[in-house]
């Protein structure tokens, strides 16, 4: 049964730093071959995209990451985390990973991987709040 469980959501003030991180399990394949994400959805907004990865070499991040948040994985505790500093009342929102199959993978640019919603498989989310 595959599972994404994210963690490290919390409460901040504005400028402040938050580390989320979601545990994957579950998988045949081996962990650096899926593709992953971290989406966030505010209230009333929809779901966008923030940053992806692949085989924790590769990045990409959508505009409102750019500079201020930090995508990584770590293959051996098939861990995937989101660095953000710099918060804004803006980033509040539930922060979900996400994961793409190897064979999606391989074959799509990580742009193109949040533009056409190749990602199958979601965590639950976590909570950030950004006050000023």
């Known amino acids: 049964q595959v599972q994404l469980v994210e963690s490290g959501g919390g409460s901040v003030q504005v400028g402040g730093s938050l580390k989320l991180s979601c545990a994957v399990s579950g998988y045949n394949d081996s962990f650096y071959k899926y593709c992953l994400a971290w989406f966030r959805q505010a209230p009333g907004r929809e779901r966008e995209g923030v940053a992806n990865?692949?085989?924790?070499?590769?990045?990409y991040y959508a505009d409102l990451a750019k500079g201020r948040f930090t995508i990584s994985q770590d293959n051996a505790k098939a861990t995937l985390y989101l660095q953000m500093n710099s918060l804004k009342p803006d980033d509040t929102g539930m922060y979900y990973c996400?994961?793409?199959?190897?064979?999606?993978?391989?074959?799509?640019?990580?742009?193109?991987?949040?533009?056409?919603?190749?990602?199958?498989?979601w965590g639950q989310g976590t909570q950030v709040t950004v006050s000023s």
């Open positions: 996400a994961a793409a199959p190897p064979e999606i993978c391989a074959v799509q640019t990580l742009r193109d991987m949040f533009a056409k919603a190749e990602y199958k498989d």
């Open positions: 990865i692949r085989a924790g070499i590769t990045t």
